[in-house]
């Protein structure tokens, strides 16, 4: 069963109610099973269904007097001390977890008390609470794709790099919530920099950050060059409607900038253009 099934099941059988909202979820099951019945926009649970309801929670091994919210941020292992089916669990298999690196490969990383040099093309994949910052990195550079975070060393030959030593971190994709970096990044008081793709969405994830400082860019000459010779107005327009608004109210120097010449351009242009020799 599904987490949000599990959930809106639960709080049917713990409830002295026969009437509940006809969500997907309840009207999905009730579609397949049979099992209530539809009065408007509810669906009238009988005492009969609720029985037929709480067997088959036994037969799956949730406990009827489980909180219907548990499966929603029990790990997968936590899940199989409640059911046999681990894919229950709600919770992200990496929540919390950050992405960290040095920008170079002959940089020292200070993240777990001793210092750490790691190869070119290696990080550490860290719980944020497994963290340790002793002040000697100076600025934390949130990345936005993973070749980009993967070979930084490249793309700081081509860019401007903030610091002495940064602390390079991914933003994360759908497997990583750029929640929970937030939120370790809200512990500390390092400066952030950015360096996403040169397009609204980039621009939106840029400007959420915690104490920018900066966000990495080519002169505004070369960026409106690269824009006109390489850049998707497909991408731009795709992306336009949804970002305008949060753009066009940002006060950040670097988003306003780099927003008006986007904009003008009325094109994006992937980061990862910085892993090789710009001309």
């Known amino acids: ?46 005492a009969g269904d609720k029985t037929r309801i709480r067997a088959l929670l036994t037969a799956a091994n949730i406990p009827l007097d489980m909180d219907p919210g548990a499966f929603r941020v029990m790990t997968r292992a936590e899940t199989l001390l409640s059911s046999n089916n681990e894919k229950q669990g709600g919770r992200p298999v990496k929540q919390n977890r950050v992405a960290l690196k ?21 990080h550490l994949d860290l719980d944020s609470s497994q963290i340790r910052l002793n002040g000697r990195h100076d600025v934390v550079i949130v990345v936005e794709n993973w070749e980009c975070f993967n070979r930084p060393d490249l793309c700081a030959d081509e860019l401007d790099f903030p610091g002495e030593s940064p602390l390079v971190v991914w933003r994360g994709d759908i497997s990583v919530s750029m929640r929970g970096l937030l939120d370790w990044l809200a512990t500390h008081e390092l400066p952030v920099a950015a360096f996403m793709d040169y397009d609204p ?26 824009l006109a010779d390489k850049g998707l107005s497909e991408r731009y327009a795709a992306q336009v409607a949804g970002c305008q608004a949060t753009l066009d109210a940002a ?17 994006a242009l992937p980061q990862e253009h910085f892993l090789h020799k710009v001309e």
Not at 22 to 31: E, Q, V
Not at 216 to 226: E, F, K
Request: aromatic letters at 4%; hydrophobic letters at 45%; glycine letters at 10%.
């Open 251 to 267: 006060t950040h120097a670097d988003v306003r900038a780099l927003w008006a010449i986007i904009r003008q351009s009325g094109r």
């Open 1 to 46: 069963m599904d987490p949000r099934l599990i959930t809106v099941l639960l709080r049917c059988v713990q409830s002295d109610k026969d009437l509940f909202k006809a969500g997907a979820s309840l009207s999905g099951f009730m579609k397949e099973f049979g099992v209530g019945s539809r009065r408007g926009q509810s669906i009238y649970l009988s």
């Open 102 to 122: 040095g920008l170079r490969p002959e940089q020292d990383l200070h993240v777990l008390g001793s210092p750490l040099r790691l190869p070119a093309g290696v």
């Open 201 to 226: 969405e980039g621009l939106v994830m840029a400007n959420a950050l915690p104490r920018l400082s900066r966000i990495i860019a080519p002169p505004p000459a070369v960026l409106s060059r690269m």
